[in-house]
T-cell receptor, first 112, second 112 residues
């Protein structure tokens, strides 16, 4: 009965590849988020969706594209992966925007 | 990209002592604040929150203090235990302008 789940947990890939990370929440929340956490633990928001609608789109390369097929899912697709994309990516959800967020376990992406 | 030039603040305390983790927030319009705890290899987890109409809120072994005059937030942990070792983040939210920010985080190490 995991609240926010992400797959895969680890992702190792070559530069230039395209990859996706999936996120699902079973909490019935309206809002979902993607964060990037670097090796110094700084947590940066990338995107936020409310009821499948994009509401926050921070300055990230357009190689990153979120997709929300329904309000329980928010996937992150990354094109032409670069070394600097290596990080831990967290998905989160909240009952409404700006409320307490519930985070997934993270996906550690390593680009070689 | 990476948070170049910035370092994660660290705090070391003896087991049983009280810990105080500080956070300076930036937006004077922020009106809702949350503390999160991130253990190694996991996503951040909610600890406690406080609204701007309060200056103190207590939970189990944790207390959050808010000083709006100097835009300062603190998290006090009583009788710190080894399980409290983690990175702690403050998050500031502006419900009126629909903005939120995560702080840089503080790494707490409890010495047995």
């Amino acid at each position: 009965d995991t609240a926010v789940s992400q797959t895969p947990k680890y992702l190792v890939t070559q530069m230039g590849n395209d990859k996706s990370i999936k996120c699902e929440q079973n909490l019935g929340h309206d809002t979902m988020y993607w964060y990037k956490q670097d090796s110094k633990k700084f947590l940066k928001i990338m995107f936020s969706y409310n009821n499948k609608e994009l509401i926050i789109n921070e300055t990230v390369p357009n190689r990153f594209s979120p997709k929300s097929p329904d309000k329980a899912h928010l996937n992150l697709h990354i094109n032409s992966l670069e070394l600097g994309d290596s990080a831990v990516y967290f998905c989160a959800s909240s009952p409404w925007g700006l409320a307490q967020q519930y985070f997934g376990p993270g996906t550690r992406l390593t680009v070689l | 990209g990476e948070s170049v030039g910035l370092h994660l603040p660290t705090l070391s305390v003896q087991e049983g002592d009280n810990s105080i983790i500080n956070c300076a927030y930036s937006n004077s319009a922020s009106d809702y604040f949350i503390w999160y705890k991130q253990e190694s290899g996991k996503g951040p987890q909610f600890i406690i929150d406080i609204r701007s109409n309060m200056d103190k809120r207590q939970g189990q072994r944790v207390t959050v203090l808010l000083n709006k005059t100097v835009k300062h937030l603190s998290l006090q942990i009583a009788a710190t235990q080894p399980g409290d070792s983690a990175v702690y983040f403050c998050a500031e939210n502006s419900l009126t302008s629909n903005q939120f920010y995560f702080g840089t985080g503080t790494s707490l190490t409890v010495i047995p």
